[in-house]
């Protein structure tokens, strides 16, 4: 029995798609346990690049199966979209499940999630605006429609009318937008994508999944965004609406936690955050935009400039400690190639002293500064490098820097975007 969970250890971005599409040819299932569209995992495969949204990046391995969990939720025309994006390549997706425990993103939430944003002053989350947080917020409060109940149209119709009641009003009378829901017209557009769907659906995907690791099958439990997003433990309330940490898979997939096996953490070797928030390591102008444009660093799903900042050791620790990391996977290690010097933050000063711990409090967060480590960069082309041996030793220095702060092993380095540009140490 092989239960392995991906989860990001920084903002999101740091790169889980590639290494999931990497592990999963060997694994027999593939599950996805939180988030939604607000994810872009981008694989690259020869001459193509897949930025898949919703789906499990095991998709490309027929044999696997991959499943969307209860956790996530779905704007079923991206679903859709994405799905007919990859059968036009050459993906038939015949693999996919979906969990009817799912909830669904319908259009008051996008418009729900526009409108708070464009009411904040000041503080604005910078949300990606595709709906996540108003549809979490539903499926809280008991409101939410699941796939199961698109499946269902008597179901649908009168979860559909008392929501759009409720949105509508809200909408208009507390955000001021004016909007103009038609039930049946929403209706039959989501009946149509019930039907569209229905052969992938699973009611309890959870079985389906305790059952794998029942007959000792190899799991991948792959995370959306990072650790710093978590609505627990990141940077409340600059994050998602949903538990990206290990213990979330759990929950988002259906499994007692004691079958866990490895929880891998993907590690950019520097730090990126888009959308609002604190950021302590951020390097504004200069070395910051150097790094975004060699690391290409625009979101996967709304395209804006991602924030680049020094590799933050203190954040490494909180995630190493939240998420139980096994290993790591170190992502984008070729983007450093060219800087003289690389700074790594060892610690935070707050209040005269310095600290390891990371303060999950953003008032505190405010009053910390970066303490930093310079080492020497290594100035040499890393892309082609097939083996550990072979990396410059300062290279490997930098790395073992890394590793120490994590206190875990890298067992995976990621030189380049494409499949082949991975060291496996
Ligand atoms: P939401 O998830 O759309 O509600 O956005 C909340 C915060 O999470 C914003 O700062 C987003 O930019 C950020 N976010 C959401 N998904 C991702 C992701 O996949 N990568 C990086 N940031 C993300």
Same mark, same amino acid.
């Given at each position: ?54 789906? $499990? ?44 425990? %799912? ?17 904040? !002053? ?32 008597? %179901? ?39 039907? %569209? ?46 538990? $990206? ?11 007692? $936690? ?121 100035? !040499? ?35 380049? %975007? ?8």
């Amino acid at each position: 029995m092989t239960v392995s969970i991906i989860v990001g250890t920084q903002w999101g971005d740091e790169g889980k798609g590639k290494i999931t599409d990497l592990l999963a040819r060997d694994m027999d299932m593939v599950v996805r346990y939180q988030g939604g569209n607000n994810a872009g995992h981008t694989v690259v495969i020869g001459n193509e690049t897949f930025k898949l949204h919703l789906i $499990p990046s095991g998709i490309f391995f027929a044999n696997v199966l991959c499943v969307i969990g209860n956790g996530v939720v779905i704007d079923p025309a991206v679903l859709l979209q994405e799905i007919e994006t990859l059968r036009s390549k050459g993906h038939p997706v015949n693999n996919l499940r979906i969990s009817s425990q %799912a909830h669904v993103i319908l259009p008051y939430h996008k418009d729900l999630d526009k409108a708070q944003e464009k009411k904040k !002053e000041a503080g604005r989350i910078g949300t990606t605006c595709r709906g996540i947080g108003p549809c979490y917020v539903d499926k809280y409060n008991r409101r939410g429609i699941r796939i199961a109940d698109l499946m269902d149209p008597d %179901a649908l119709k009168s979860k559909l009318e008392w929501n759009l009641e409720e949105k509508g009003f809200l909408l208009d009378k507390y955000y001021g937008m004016k909007v103009s829901y038609n039930v049946d017209s929403i209706f039959n557009e989501y009946l149509g994508y019930a039907h %569209a769907i229905k052969k992938y659906v699973v009611d309890e995907s959870s079985s389906l999944v305790r059952d794998a690791i029942k007959k000792n099958k190899k799991l991948l439990l792959e995370g959306a965004q990072g650790t710093m997003l978590d609505v627990d433990h990141g940077t409340y309330p600059y994050v998602t609406s949903s538990n $990206p940490v290990s213990s979330g898979a759990c929950v988002g997939a259906g499994f007692p $936690p004691n079958v866990v096996n490895e929880i891998i953490g993907v590690v950019k070797a520097y730090v990126t955050r888009v959308g609002g928030g604190p950021f302590p390591t951020e390097i504004e102008g200069g070395i910051g935009d150097k790094l975004r444009e060699w690391g290409g660093e625009y979101g996967a799903t709304t395209g804006r400039p991602r924030r680049c900042g020094w590799f933050d050791g203190v954040v490494m620790k909180h995630a190493a400690k939240v998420n139980g990391l096994t290993q790591l996977a170190i992502t984008k290690l070729d983007v450093l190639d060219n800087l003289d010097k690389i700074e790594i933050c060892t610690a935070y000063e707050y209040e005269g002293k310095q600290i390891t711990d990371f303060p999950t409090d953003i008032r505190r967060l405010a009053k910390c500064k970066p303490v930093y480590e310079e080492m020497p960069g290594w100035k !040499e082309d890393t892309t082609k490098v097939k083996d550990y041996q072979h990396l410059p030793e300062k290279a490997k220095k930098y790395l073992d820097k890394l590793a120490e702060l994590a206190e875990a092993r890298i067992s995976l380095i990621s030189v380049g %975007a494409e499949r082949g540009q991975i060291i496996r140490v």
